[in-house]
T-cell receptor, first 117, second 109 residues
């Protein structure tokens, strides 16, 4: 089956650090990947759509200069939280679909728990 | 954008009981999935069910697309069923999945 791998699973770092999270589709190619954020006891909120070979599309209210997304290949998207602050602490999770977006299920990574001290 | 509402928000069951979780959505959908999020945050895909009925062991789901709702049935619940259940949809006019607020299920021994 389609597998999405996300790394690292957990990050603890000091305020001001930039943190990179990787999302890989292991056995399929994904022209589009999605990044979500989840605060404690809340639902998943879409942050941005990562498009291979082009700029990401950000949801309203998400700072593109704060959350840099690079989708350099058909199997890898990265999310970089720049100059992270405690309010950026959250659970970040990515997803991708096999083939065309519609008519296929989304496969999710295991998520990255980010804690900024 | 498409709105997704889940009910109930919280559910407490005794082990062995059955339950029904509901997901209402505001527009036509291409895709609907049910997930179980475990205590470590992992999203376990339960069903990909834009329409029709599917069963997997003690779990089953039904989506009535024309009436814009989906139901997740859990029979003979076990303590390991505890966690948050999310419904997520991908509308015809969207290119991404939108999540409901979830149902937090607690199964007591």
């Amino acid at each position: 089956g389609a597998v999405v791998s996300q790394h690292p699973s957990r990050v603890i770092c000091k305020s001001g650090t930039s943190v990179k999270i990787e999302c890989r589709s292991l056995d399929f190619q994904a022209t589009t990947m999605f990044w979500y954020r989840q605060f404690p006891k809340q639902s998943l909120m879409l942050m941005a759509t990562s498009n291979e070979g082009s700029k990401a599309t950000y949801e309203q209210g998400v700072e593109k200069d704060k959350f840099l997304i690079n989708h350099a290949s058909l199997t890898l998207s990265t999310l970089t939280v720049t100059s992270a602050h405690p309010e950026d602490s959250s659970f970040y999770i990515c997803s991708a679909a096999l083939g065309t977006r519609h008519n296929q299920p989304q496969h999710f990574g295991d998520g990255t728990r980010l804690s900024i001290l | 954008g498409i709105q997704v509402e889940q009910s109930p928000p919280d559910l407490i069951l005794q082990e062995g009981a059955n339950s029904t979780l509901r997901c209402n959505f505001s527009d036509s959908v291409n895709n609907l999935q049910w997930f179980h999020q475990n205590p470590w945050g992992q999203l376990i895909n339960l069903f990909y069910i834009p329409s029709g009925t599917k069963q997997n062991g003690r779990l089953s789901a039904t989506t009535v697309a024309t009436e814009r709702y989906s139901l997740l049935y859990i029979s003979s619940s076990q303590t390991t069923d505890s966690g948050v259940y999310f419904c997520a949809v991908d509308g015809y006019n969207n290119n991404d999945m939108r999540f409901g607020a979830g149902t937090r299920l607690t199964v007591k021994p």
